[in-house]
């Protein structure tokens, strides 16, 4: 009996988990699967096909379109396999002349009302109605067609859709199976298609039967991947055809990690497929993933390595020889002048394990310093120093999947449906199975109230009061005995807690004497506190909401005692779980990219283990930490820190109070900047080395959950080099010998230096798919739970969180809280997503304000606003919504000529310098012109867009 | 030595010093405090917050002069 898994097969209905296993007998052979399963599914298990249109097994049975029927033995009539469950005994039959007739008449029908355009038919190889058609032998059409005997209606002209700018919508070719509706509801969960009409005129309808791009839809791509036929078909395979071969990589957008198969024809990708066995995914995507990839070929990739003497100057275009050198003798005249430490750099939380570790080994061995950093500054530093306090990993505790058996679910400062969609999507599907759900978050996010999902409670608490909401959450648990008292005491530090106990216990950690800063009523927060103590399972999901503040440290210990005082750690469906922002965030952490922490985690200063990174590198290594991002800056304006090597992220748009850091990045005498881009940071830039985007490239990103996956390269790059090849070949000009011909060494090299990894190599991720650090002797496949039996510091640690008011609050002067974010099509900063057709969802950032407030300044939907800190000022459109609460307002970060940035502050939290993106004081008034900031902006993009084009100039000059 | 880090490093240790007050016993706070800059503090911020504490050190709070004191 075959019982083997293929990820490319579909097996018609979803597996099920049942551990009690059914023997039935289909065709004679003798088949054993999991009470509940399908007999479609049984079957296809032994390679027995059943003909099928209606069923797919990333979708619950449907049993309409009949082609799957069998006869089982002592049973009437011939009953749809997809619907009816196995049972022991049972004896089926798939094929003889009654089902084959049947078959054949089902198909007959469709056939009737369906063009005969097959030859050109942008499905053509790969349709499964032809597939089905040709399967059951089906010769002639009796009805509809002309010349038939049965003069018949059709829906041969309908009329089609291509408003959604990746795929078309061609309802001619519909055959009415509804897998697109379901695979909307039941996968995506936005309901967003529904069957309009009735029997003949039944038709496929978004939204209240609009165009698509008018509609609710989300462009995630779950209804064109189910559509059998090409009614729903991307746009890429309507204008090259089908692919011819097929790699499986992992996804460069967030930190869930979607795997896809990069459907290509030659090169060139044709298009994205979300893959079943992505275990952070199981085949399903966003509209970031599915279809934004077309910027890795956009006409502003740089592919030419280039420099410049100073950032007035046009640039260069020079080797990749020229450019190193030039890069490595401007670098070694800096230390020599300034001193050793007054270089250093900033890794990629974009590109892979391999590239960042090999940049922060640049930098520590070859450099000399630690001056390393990376992006998780200005999202998750606080999560990897709050974890590693309390829990002893900085880390999440689950797989995405333990939601699935989670029995209530807290939402704090996250907003997964625009940012992690996918997990976002897994929620939803496990809030519609009856989890309770408490959100907290100053504005009405979608999980608060969508189709088939309401919160129990929504928190709306005010920005900057985070840790006394978590205090009051924890300080009911305590003083109204839901604590989990055998979990405390089995598995938690004594000491501490009963430290803890006693400061929470406090009376004024109470949700009434706290209402008046956390703005959340007391009886709400008490039934928030209940329902999370008081579920058999509770989990924790939270994002950049909890950590960007000046207490995001504090705020992500405070969860952590929640989730500690609850015993809600170390099993399926409890846990604490950060959703990381980038691809490889979590990655880069891992990888030693702060300046105080060497690979894994492991401190700088501790002698033992520096001395074997001392004997594999062949250098002496500082045992002092080097500069965070914002100390390199304000280190950059004071004189001392000179020089900087930035791989594969845009500081100068990304990071706060962008005054600031333009200054200090003007101020550098070498700026390198490797990207694919010419991005906001490379107008400061000296030298320019170009990137490869993630088609480009072997390695492996790790995601939330610690998974790491495998990218691989389905594109040769368009610079002649991936990124640690650049890397390496800096290393070498600056004479510290790298000598790498694959990721895969590199990965050998981190797994000998780091414990949590010692057991990680590609030959592994091969065999396993992806594997969840840590991953070692003890636990050689990894580890999906943490902390199961005990904690990296043997017992949990409670920490005492003392609420400390921010320095910045709303005042006469600047009386609005701003808070910052992101939304669904567009990612970070923008430089991948503006380059692809997700414009059309959001081609500018706007200022999203309550109506009340915008009532108060004379503003309307539309109308320009100027919004002012204490950093600075710029200019965006309001957008009035009473997602918001009033006094609170809300813009992204997308786009660089809006400036959100030049109005968030220098404030950050207290233990690791995260900047506290999530509140700053304004006041937004109408106005009628750009900002001051956004004229010079304008100005300066003008002036180094013309140095860019005179590079240009000069090289065609050149050929003549 | 310029201002802009001073000013910061001066913001930072205070803030640091904000958030570990709850222990009740000034040297213990002021302990916690400075392995925190010793554990995170590039050596050059170090050196510059305790150059500034025997200038005077001003701005920095009890606990945090006491903590910078211990470097």
């Known amino acids: ?118 030859l050109t038919c942008p499905a053509n190889g790969n349709c499964e109605l032809q597939d089905v058609v040709g399967a059951v032998g089906l010769r002639e059409v009796r009805y509809g067609l002309e010349g038939s005997s049965v003069e018949t209606r059709t829906h041969l002209d309908a009329e089609k859709d291509h408003s959604n700018p990746y795929f078309s919508f061609d309802p001619s070719k519909c055959i009415a199976c509804s897998r697109c509706v379901r695979a909307c509801g039941e996968v995506q969960g936005t309901f967003a298609l529904t069957i309009d009409g009735r029997g003949f005129d039944s038709t496929i309808a978004p939204g209240q039967n609009q165009p698509f791009l008018d509609s609710e839809c989300v462009s995630c791509g779950a209804c064109v991947q189910a559509c059998p036929t090409s009614t729903l078909m991307e746009k890429s395979v309507i204008e090259m055809g089908q692919p011819e071969h097929s790699i499986v990589t992992t996804c460069a957008y967030c930190g869930v990690g979607c795997q896809f198969k990069a459907e290509m024809k030659g090169a060139e990708v044709v298009r994205m497929v979300p893959y079943k066995d992505g275990q952070a995914n199981h085949g399903h995507s966003c509209v970031k993933g599915r279809f934004a990839f077309g910027y890795a070929t956009h006409e502003d990739r740089i592919t030419k390595p280039m420099i410049r003497d100073s950032i007035d100057q046009p640039w260069q275009e020079v080797s990749w020889e020229e450019a190193l050198s030039f890069a490595a003798s401007k670098l070694k005249g800096l230390q020599q002048r300034y001193g050793r430490e007054s270089i250093g750099g900033i890794t990629s939380s974009r590109c892979t394990n391999e590239e960042t570790y090999l940049v922060q080994k640049l930098i520590r061995a070859a450099f000399g310093n630690n001056n390393t950093d990376t992006c998780a500054r200005v999202c998750h530093s606080p999560t990897g120093y709050g974890l590693k306090t309390t829990l002893g990993e900085s880390a999440g505790t689950q797989t995405f999947d333990s939601v699935m058996y989670a ?93 803890w106990r006693e400061f929470i216990s406090e009376e004024r950690h109470s949700p009434e004497n706290t209402e008046s800063i956390t703005g959340i009523p007391a009886e709400e927060l008490r039934g928030a506190a209940r329902l999370y103590a008081g579920a058999k399972n509770a989990a924790i999901y939270y994002g950049l909401g909890v950590t960007e503040h000046s207490q995001g440290s504090s705020m992500v210990m405070g969860i952590a005692n929640l989730a500690l005082a609850t015993g809600n750690i170390g099993r399926e469906g409890v846990g604490v779980n950060p959703l990381r922002g980038q691809n490889n965030v979590q990655g880069s952490c891992d990888m030693g990219s702060f300046p105080h922490e060497l690979p894994g985690y492991q401190h700088v200063s501790d002698d033992q283990i520096r001395g074997r990174f001392e004997s594999v590198w062949g250098v002496k290594l500082d045992n002092e930490p080097g500069l965070r991002i914002p100390n390199m800056f304000d280190a950059a304006l004071d004189g001392t820190y000179k020089g900087m090597y930035v791989q594969g992220e845009d500081i100068a748009q990304s990071d706060p109070n962008t005054n600031h850091v333009q200054a200090a990045l003007r101020s550098l005498e070498c700026l390198i900047v490797q990207d694919i881009f010419l991005n906001e940071t490379a107008k400061f830039a000296h030298v320019f080395l170009p990137g490869a985007s993630f088609l480009e490239k072997d390695g492996t990103f790790t995601n939330a959950e610690r ?101 910045e609050r709303s005042t006469r002067r600047f009386p609005l809280l701003l808070t910052t974010g992101r939304i669904l099509s567009q990612y970070n900063v923008g430089a991948q997503t503006r ?17 009340v407030d915008a009532e108060d300044r004379g503003l309307q939907d539309g109308d320009w ?66 900002s001051e900031w956004q004229q010079r902006y304008n100005e300066f993009n003008n002036q180094q867009q013309g140095l860019l084009k005179q590079r240009r100039r000069n090289k065609a000059a050149a050929r003549d | 030595m310029g201002n802009h880090q001073l000013t910061s490093l001066i913001k930072m240790a205070n803030q640091i010093a904000a958030n570990n007050t709850h222990i009740g016993n000034e040297t213990e706070e002021a302990t916690m405090v400075a392995n925190h800059l010793r554990k995170f503090w590039a050596r050059s911020m170090k050196q510059q917050i305790t150059d500034y504490l025997i200038e005077g050190g001003e701005e920095l709070s009890p606990i945090a002069k006491k903590a910078v004191a211990e470097l």
Request: glycine share 6%; hydrophobic share 35%.
């Open chain 1, 1 to 118: 009996m075959l019982q083997y898994f293929d990820p490319d097969k579909d097996y018609g209905t979803p597996a099920q988990l049942s551990e009690n296993m059914i023997t039935l007998e289909i065709n004679g052979v003798s088949i054993t699967v999991p009470e509940g399963t399908s007999v479609l599914r049984a079957a296809a298990q032994a390679d027995i096909n059943i003909p099928k249109l209606c069923a797919s097994d990333n979708l619950e049975a449907f049993g309409s379109c009949r082609v799957c029927a069998v006869e089982i033995e002592g049973r009437r009539g011939t009953p749809a396999s997809c619907t009816t469950p196995v049972e022991t005994g049972m004896k089926v039959t798939t094929q003889n002349k009654r089902l084959g007739k049947l078959r054949r008449n089902i198909m007959e029908l469709y056939i009737s009302d369906h063009p005969l355009d097959c």
């Open chain 1, 407 to 499: 029995d209530a679910v807290m939402v704090i400062g996250a907003n997964p449906t625009d940012a992690h969609p996918v997990f976002g999507s897994l929620l939803k599907k496990r809030l519609r199975q009856g989890a309770k759900l408490i959100v907290a978050d100053p504005r009405r996010i979608d999980l608060v109230k969508s189709p088939h999902v309401e919160t129990n409670h929504h928190l709306t608490l005010r920005p900057g009061s985070n840790v006394a909401f978590i205090n009051a959450m924890t300080h009911v648990v305590i003083t109204e005995g839901l604590e989990d008292k055998t979990f405390i005491a089995n598995r938690c530090e004594e000491s501490a807690y009963q430290a």
């Open chain 1, 707 to 807: 998974r790491i996956n495998r990218v691989r390269k389905v594109m040769p790059p368009l610079s002649g080099k991936q990124d640690w090849e650049v890397t390496q070949a800096l290393s070498n000009s600056l004479g510290y010998e790298m000598n790498y011909n694959h990721p895969s060494e590199i990965m050998d090299e981190i797994a000998q230096l780091t414990p949590t990894f010692a057991s990680v190599s590609y030959e592994r991720l091969e065999e396993m798919g992806s594997i969840q650090w840590p991953c070692n002797d003890e636990t050689p496949d990894g580890m999906p739970i943490m902390h199961v039996e005990s904690f990296p510091i043997g017992k949990g640690h409670f920490a005492i969180t003392e609420y400390v008011a921010t320095e």
């Open chain 1, 835 to 851: 380059r692809t057709e997700n414009q059309v969802w959001h081609d500018e950032d706007v200022l999203e304000l309550h109506p």
């Open chain 1, 865 to 930: 606003v100027g919004i002012t800190s204490r950093a600075g000022g710029t200019v965006m459109r309001a957008k009035l919504s009473d997602r918001m609460q009033p006094g609170v307002v809300y813009t992204t970060f997308h786009h660089p000529g809006s400036g959100a940035n030049v109005v968030t502050t220098d404030n950050s939290d207290w233990a690791t310098n995260c900047p506290e993106y999530k509140v700053t004081a304004v006041q937004a008034v109408k106005v009628s012109e750009p």
